[in-house]
């Protein structure tokens, strides 16, 4: 990784059709960005990585995709109607808000503590001492479902998709005959009125997570903690290829925690604004079961046959958000290097995250039968990988350029050679090393 600045990589996203600012023709709207054509490819092959390495790779955990609005009631249950709050600050000179945690630096969301730290500080938007006390604020995004706007049809956008997997965990459990332990993993949307979004698709109001909640009997509580902790910090390094020196850990202080968690555990990963919150590994203990099955009335207990006691199972949560990560790949990836005294940009990304495996070039895009010999080529390959570039943009310097800044592990550039002995140019990424293959053995290349 270069040391790369934030508009470094806005700037690439943009240029490169990885992400655009959501309805950009209207001005855009904070917190809302759209992924384009590169995006959703990387977008996706990180998602599916996830739910290959939890699920598919666990015989206990089990998939699913609940709906974004689900009955207030379950919000009442969790919490978050009185609970998901952020700390702000209004300035009565120039209205603007801010988030009290970000201005006085710190973690603590106590409102003694922020009010003190808060008492000399001027506004950053009009330099006045003219701040209010700071006060709570609710994230939550309503909406009314039906015809009628009123109190009776108020519902939320949900803001994390753990809610639905709670409530959920008796259907899993009878369907799957699941025995304890056993998880229930969801990839899916989640919406927060933050009050500064920020940092790019670091701190947005409509996200995406990956969860994974793990029911358990509360005499595991530890271990299992610890074994979620380590899946996410390997997950990061063996599966994603992000060094180990951008991460750390962090361990939540209480004044720090959600008010569901009783332990808590943050991987961070050296932003450009510093190290910062990627993944999450709480302790929710019984919270989560207990008040669904207050509000509810439902019993949700489990009775374990080997003890013969029932009781309600606790939960360790494994969180991250898809956004956050896609952040952290990228400037993972992004190097800059010198070539023969001109610089070069270049993703390293490992190639079975790049959104194209191949790129393929004709030399020169007006000979036909180069052309006709390329497309040939780029058939075979796209049956092979699927994900394939047909690139005939500006000259073969141009092409390679923009490959890096892609992150294409491979070019394969079929030239005049190529008509006489079946052989094409294979240029690789990292090294920009080229080699002379032969057509019949492209593919085995470019899998090694
Ligand atoms: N169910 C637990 C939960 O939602 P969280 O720490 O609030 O915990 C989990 O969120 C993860 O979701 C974070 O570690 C982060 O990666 C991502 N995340 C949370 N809020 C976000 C936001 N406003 N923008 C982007 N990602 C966010």
Same mark, same amino acid.
């Given at each position: 990784?270069?040391?790369?600045?934030?508009?470094?990589?806005?700037?690439?996203?943009?240029?490169?059709?990885?992400?655009?600012?959501?309805?950009?023709?209207?001005?855009?709207?904070?917190?809302?960005?759209?992924?384009?054509?590169?995006?959703?490819?990387?977008?996706?092959?990180? !998602?599916?990585?996830?739910?290959? %390495?939890?699920?598919?790779?666990?015989?206990?955990?089990?998939?699913?995709?609940?709906?974004?609005?689900?009955?207030?009631?379950?919000?009442?249950?969790?919490?978050?109607? %009185?609970?998901?709050?952020?700390?702000?600050?209004?300035?009565?000179?120039?209205?603007?808000?801010?988030?009290?945690?970000?201005?006085?630096?710190?973690?603590?969301?106590?409102?003694?503590?922020?009010?003190?730290?808060?008492?000399?500080?001027?506004?950053?938007?009009?330099?006045?001492?003219?701040?209010?006390?700071?006060?709570?604020?609710?994230?939550?995004?309503?909406?009314?479902?039906?015809?009628?706007?009123?109190?009776?049809?108020?519902?939320?956008?949900?803001?994390?998709?753990?809610?639905?997997?709670?409530?959920?965990?008796?259907?899993?459990?009878?369907?799957?005959?699941?025995?304890?332990?056993?998880?229930?993993?969801?990839?899916?949307?989640?919406?927060?009125?933050?009050?500064?979004?920020?940092?790019?698709?670091?701190?947005?109001?409509?996200?995406?997570?990956?969860?994974?909640?793990?029911?358990?009997?509360?005499?595991?509580?530890?271990?299992?903690?610890?074994?979620?902790?380590?899946?996410?910090?390997?997950?990061?390094?063996?599966?994603?290829?992000?060094?180990?020196?951008?991460?750390?850990?962090?361990?939540?202080?209480?004044?720090?925690?959600?008010?569901? %968690?009783?332990?808590?555990?943050?991987?961070?990963?050296?932003?450009?604004?510093?190290?910062?919150?990627?993944?999450?590994?709480?302790?929710?203990?019984?919270?989560?079961?207990?008040?669904?099955? /207050?509000?509810?009335?439902?019993?949700?207990?489990?009775?374990?046959?080997?003890?013969?006691?029932?009781?309600?199972?606790?939960?360790?949560?494994?969180?991250?958000?898809?956004?956050?990560?896609?952040?952290?790949?990228?400037?993972?990836?992004?190097?800059?290097?010198?070539?023969?005294?001109? $610089?070069?940009? @270049?993703?390293?990304?490992?190639?079975?995250?790049?959104?194209?495996?191949?790129?393929?070039?004709?030399?020169?895009?007006?000979?036909?039968?180069?052309? %006709? !010999?390329?497309?040939?080529?780029?058939?075979?390959?796209?049956?092979?990988?699927?994900?394939?570039?047909?690139?005939?943009?500006?000259?073969?310097?141009?092409?390679? /350029?923009?490959?890096?800044?892609?992150?294409?592990?491979?070019?394969?550039?079929?030239?005049?050679?190529?008509?006489?002995?079946?052989?094409?140019?294979?240029?690789?990424?990292? $090294?920009?090393?080229?080699?002379? @293959?032969?057509?019949?053995?492209?593919?085995? !290349?470019?899998?090694?």
């Amino acid at each position: 990784m270069s040391d790369v600045s934030l508009e470094e990589i806005v700037s690439l996203c943009k240029r490169r059709g990885f992400v655009f600012p959501a309805s950009e023709i209207y001005g855009g709207l904070a917190g809302f960005w759209d992924y384009g054509p590169l995006g959703v490819e990387l977008i996706n092959k990180l !998602k599916a990585e996830w739910w290959k %390495a939890m699920v598919h790779e666990h015989d206990n955990i089990f998939g699913v995709d609940g709906a974004i609005i689900q009955n207030p009631k379950l919000w009442e249950a969790s919490g978050h109607i %009185a609970g998901f709050t952020d700390p702000l600050v209004d300035c009565k000179n120039c209205n603007a808000r801010h988030r009290a945690d970000h201005l006085a630096d710190t973690d603590s969301t106590d409102l003694t503590e922020l009010t003190e730290l808060l008492k000399d500080l001027a506004c950053p938007t009009c330099g006045k001492k003219t701040l209010t006390k700071p006060r709570t604020y609710n994230m939550m995004m309503k909406t009314w479902v039906g015809p009628v706007e009123d109190e009776s049809s108020v519902a939320y956008l949900r803001p994390e998709t753990a809610g639905s997997i709670f409530t959920n965990y008796d259907n899993v459990r009878e369907t799957m005959r699941a025995k304890l332990p056993f998880g229930v993993a969801q990839i899916g949307k989640a919406f927060r009125n933050e009050i500064s979004p920020r940092d790019f698709i670091f701190r947005v109001r409509e996200l995406e997570q990956m969860e994974m909640q793990y029911f358990i009997s509360p005499d595991v509580q530890s271990e299992v903690y610890e074994k979620w902790r380590d899946f996410a910090w390997k997950f990061l390094t063996e599966r994603l290829g992000i060094a180990e020196e951008n991460l750390q850990w962090h361990e939540h202080a209480e004044n720090e925690r959600a008010h569901y %968690a009783a332990a808590a555990h943050d991987v961070y990963f050296k932003f450009p604004q510093g190290f910062k919150e990627l993944w999450g590994t709480h302790n929710r203990t019984d919270y989560d079961l207990s008040n669904h099955m /207050r509000v509810s009335k439902k019993d949700l207990t489990y009775f374990e046959e080997e003890t013969k006691s029932r009781f309600v199972p606790y939960i360790i949560e494994s969180s991250v958000g898809v956004g956050r990560m896609f952040l952290a790949v990228m400037i993972n990836a992004y190097t800059e290097e010198e070539i023969n005294g001109d $610089t070069r940009i @270049v993703l390293k990304l490992p190639a079975h995250l790049a959104p194209y495996r191949v790129a393929v070039s004709p030399l020169l895009k007006n000979k036909p039968e180069l052309v %006709a !010999k390329a497309r040939e080529v780029y058939a075979m390959l796209k049956k092979e990988f699927g994900n394939v570039m047909w690139d005939d943009n500006g000259n073969i310097g141009k092409r390679y /350029r923009r490959q890096d800044e892609i992150g294409t592990p491979y070019c394969v550039t079929i030239d005049f050679d190529t008509l006489e002995d079946n052989t094409v140019t294979l240029r690789n990424r990292d $090294t920009t090393q080229q080699e002379r @293959v032969k057509i019949d053995e492209l593919a085995t !290349k470019i899998v090694l």
